[in-house]
């Protein structure tokens, strides 16, 4: 059992992602204080071999009450992944037609736990067939009876089908019940999931209330954002970056995320605290860190999960050779030249119009954000000769001629 104050500095802990906490904070506080572990909740469908990093960002909250001590119950849908998961992003209707074998989803699962033991260590999760095949019509019948049609009905994918004709099959309508079930069998006090996931959640919670049990604090966060910024993470939106990915590939997608978006993947893919992301954040609005370079540290951290410094450092050459640096000789032969007065890098920057004030400029150039004929030049005073080319990130090149 923990103190007060204790139970409170485990809710700032666990706050860090942004959360929304069912039915609210001091319902957890009041779990907190009861009880020294908690059983805490996730799971997952495994009727896919693809692991994206919306995924990444849960299992990284579910770090957070590992290191706190509590315990996980990592339930792996060997059941419910053969229905299919009508309210998650990467639900597709036309899968529900498509029955995935035992040995599918044994292969799927195997491929699950390989790469969450990379982030939480090994563990066993546990298989809700187990539960399930064991269950007989007569109980089947008891559970449901827990519910009325209103409850199954409240969801967002019922009503689109419905305006759209389309038919909805009863698995998937009763896919709820089994999530919940699975609450109800586990004994559980926290789950955790994706804010798709605040249906079958709240059902858990009913489930447990009726059949004699404390509802569980449902703890949803917010679903990770594509690569595109735009959407939401999912294979369906083709904007994933997937946890196998090659290390070049990997962070090739990350460098693709706009900046608008660069510190909610600090929130959710990274263990960086408030006070870190918050401080970056200043630096990247007042222009002392560029987008490239917060995009940059954020690739260095993710990665970190998966691969080698070596390997992320390759990843890293890889991508400035092939993306950042064209064929600058090319490039320099392709260009009209510039007449301009200055003599030194400083000045052309300013009397080309690329920076907005010698400050800026020396600010860009201490961040090697400016290159010369294709090298990183930080010698804000180096003197320029004619033919020489000045190359602002990957876009803007001016090849200049000194006026005599």
């Known amino acids: 059992m923990s103190s007060t104050i204790e139970a409170r500095e485990q809710l700032n802990v666990i706050k860090r992602g942004q959360p929304e906490i069912i039915p609210d904070e001091e319902s957890l506080i009041d779990v907190l204080l009861q009880k020294q572990t908690l059983n805490v909740k996730f799971g997952i469908d495994p009727r896919s071999s693809k ?3 919306g995924f990444l960002s849960q299992i990284l909250k579910l770090k957070i009450f590992q290191e706190l001590g509590h315990r996980i119950i990592f339930i792996k849908g060997n059941f419910t992944a053969r229905l299919g998961d009508p309210d998650s992003v990467d639900y597709n209707e036309q899968s529900f037609y498509q029955l995935i074998s035992n040995d599918e989803i044994d292969k799927n699962g195997e491929h699950y736990r390989y790469h969450i033991s990379r982030i939480l260590g090994p563990f066993i999760p546990e298989n809700n067939l187990t539960w399930y095949d064991q269950m007989s019509l007569r109980n089947f019948i008891s559970i449901c009876s827990n519910f009325s049609l209103s409850d199954l009905e409240n ?16 698995p998937e309508f009763l896919y709820p019940v089994f999530q919940a079930y699975d609450s109800l069998v586990k004994d559980v006090d926290v789950e955790i999931g994706g804010t798709d996931q605040r249906h079958n959640m709240l059902l858990g919670r009913k489930l447990q209330e009726k059949n004699g049990k404390k509802p569980q604090v449902c703890i949803l966060y917010p679903i990770l954002s594509g690569i595109d910024g735009r959407n939401k993470m999912s294979i369906r939106n083709n904007n994933y970056i997937l946890t196998d990915d090659i290390p070049e590939n990997m962070f090739n997608k990350i460098m693709q995320i706009p900046k608008e978006i660069i510190i909610h993947y600090f929130i959710q893919l990274t263990e960086e605290s408030n006070t870190t992301i918050k401080k970056l ?21 993710i990665m970190s999960w998966f691969y080698s410094e070596e390997k992320i450092k390759n990843a890293m050459d890889t991508f400035e050779q092939e993306k950042l640096h064209p064929d600058f000789e090319k490039l320099g032969n392709s260009l009209n030249a510039i007449g301009i007065n200055s003599r030194t890098l400083l000045d052309a920057l300013l009397e080309l119009n690329l920076v907005k004030s010698k400050s800026e400029g020396r600010r860009l150039s201490e961040q090697k954000g400016i290159r010369l004929n294709g090298k990183i030049e930080t010698n804000y005073y180096f003197e320029l000769k004619s033919g020489d080319l000045i190359s602002i990130g990957n876009k803007n090149h001016v090849k200049i001629k000194i006026k005599e």
């Open 51 to 53: 692991i994206h990093f």
């Open 155 to 170: 969801r967002g994918f019922i009503s689109t089908r419905k305006s759209q004709n389309k038919t909805i099959y009863l």
């Open 281 to 301: 954040e200043k630096s990247i609005i007042n222009g002392e860190i560029n987008d490239l370079e917060g995009k940059y540290i954020l690739a260095k951290k």
